[in-house]
Every structure is written in structure tokens, then in C-alpha cells.
């Protein structure tokens, strides 16, 4: 048994793995977190993957059970990705303001 299969996927300690991806998302990642956030960010992003590929193995076994959804229940959850998509990207641009604004305590105060 490998020895990472012994650990549950939160648990154990780091080991370094070799993982090829295009130079231009290396620099954006890096550029992100620096070089020394570089692990934990990929770390993140594969547990989102993992929580989205079970999540889509959970819908397809409920689909196999019921039914597929109805029209409406498709529009009402393709509503609500949009919402969610629509505040993550305002976060997102609400976060790079503050990262471009330089420390808050040089912010201008709101009168």
C-alpha cells in the first residue's frame, strides 16, 4: 500500500508531488499567493475539484433513482448559479479594489 493511501484526504503529513501545468496559470497562481502560497492554492483547488466530482456522482445516482428534474426545477437551479456567480464575481472585484487601494489605514475615510 502506497503510503499516501493509508491517510483519510485531510490527514497526514505533506508529501511533494510532481504536477505539469501551462507556465502562464503557474505565474497567474503565482502572482495570486506568491511562490510560498503556491501548494496550499493547488491543495484548495483539488479539494473543490473533488467536492465537485462528488457532488456530480451524488446528482447522477438521484437522477438513476427519480427521475431526471423537472424544466422548472432547471430553471430554478440554473437561477441560482447565476446569483452565486454574480456575487462571487462582485467579491472578486470588490476584492481587487481593496488590493489595489494599498493599506486601509491610508484608505480615505468615508465622510
Given at each position: 500500500?502506497?503510503?499516501?493511501?493509508?491517510?483519510?484526504?485531510?490527514e497526514?503529513?505533506?508529501q511533494?508531488?510532481?504536477?505539469?501545468?501551462?507556465?502562464?496559470?503557474?505565474a497567474?497562481?503565482?502572482?495570486?499567493?506568491?511562490?510560498?502560497?503556491?501548494?496550499?492554492?493547488?491543495?484548495?483547488?483539488?479539494?473543490?475539484?473533488?467536492?465537485?466530482?462528488?457532488?456530480?456522482e451524488?446528482?447522477?445516482?438521484?437522477?438513476a433513482?427519480?427521475?431526471?428534474?423537472?424544466?422548472?426545477?432547471e430553471?430554478?437551479a440554473?437561477?441560482?448559479f447565476?446569483?452565486?456567480?454574480?456575487?462571487?464575481?462582485?467579491?472578486?472585484?470588490?476584492?481587487?479594489r481593496?488590493?489595489?487601494?494599498g493599506?486601509?489605514w491610508?484608505?480615505p475615510?468615508?465622510?
Open positions: 500500500m502506497d503510503s499516501a493511501e493509508q491517510y483519510g484526504k485531510d497526514g503529513p505533506a511533494k508531488v510532481s504536477v505539469s501545468m501551462p507556465a502562464g496559470r503557474i497567474a497562481v503565482k502572482a495570486r499567493v506568491g511562490a510560498r502560497g503556491f501548494s496550499a492554492y493547488v491543495s484548495a483547488a483539488v479539494e473543490r475539484q473533488i467536492q465537485r466530482d462528488l457532488l456530480e451524488l446528482l447522477q445516482q438521484k437522477e433513482e427519480i427521475g431526471p428534474p423537472s424544466p422548472q426545477v430553471e430554478w440554473a437561477e441560482i447565476r446569483e452565486a456567480e454574480t456575487l462571487a464575481t462582485s467579491e472578486r472585484l470588490t476584492d481587487d481593496k488590493e489595489n487601494s493599506p486601509e491610508l484608505a475615510k468615508a465622510s
